[in-house]
């Protein structure tokens, strides 16, 4: 009889814990769920924060290769560009300057074209040499043993 009642209160011990266990997976189950509505909330934002600066980068790109080409627009339909602002020396003072001139705008386009044809070609380049050097390997073997063929 005294085993009868020991094996019923270490049964029901087990079964105490196996419902703390239920209890405390239920809790995390719902820390889950709720840790995973955030993430898809915060994915949504973060998509939606990624559309509106693409788009104003396409816009300013636009506008800068544009100008006053751009279907015949006078300079009076043009919209600014933001005033320079260049810090003095020695005063921390800030000194605003007048409105770029026409050359500035197109030393800065050039600029930028210059950089862009710039990395164009380091790209080109790159993208040679990785192609001599993946015939390089395949005719010598190395590559087919690193591709493991």
Do not use: C, W
């Not at 509505?37 to 788009?55: P, V, W």
């Not at 005063?91 to 026409?102: I, N, S």
């Amino acid at each position: 009889m005294t085993q009868g009642v020991t094996a019923d209160t270490a049964s029901l011990e087990i079964r105490k814990a196996i419902n703390a266990v239920d209890a405390k997976i239920l809790l995390l189950d719902g820390q889950v769920a709720a840790i995973r509505s955030e993430h898809l909330e915060f994915q949504a934002k973060i998509s939606a924060d990624l559309l509106s600066l693409s788009t104003k980068i396409g816009d300013l790109v636009d506008y800068i290769r544009s100008g006053d080409a751009k279907k015949g627009e006078g300079s009076s339909s043009r919209r600014p560009l933001p005033t320079p602002v260049h810090h003095s020396e020695g005063t921390g003072d800030v000194v605003r300057l007048t409105e770029p001139t026409q050359a500035d705008i197109d030393n800065i386009n050039r600029a930028i074209l210059e950089r862009m044809k710039n990395e164009d070609s380091l790209r080109a380049e790159r993208e040679r040499d990785r192609a001599r050097r993946e015939r390089r390997l395949s005719r010598s073997g190395a590559y087919k043993r690193r591709r493991g063929f």
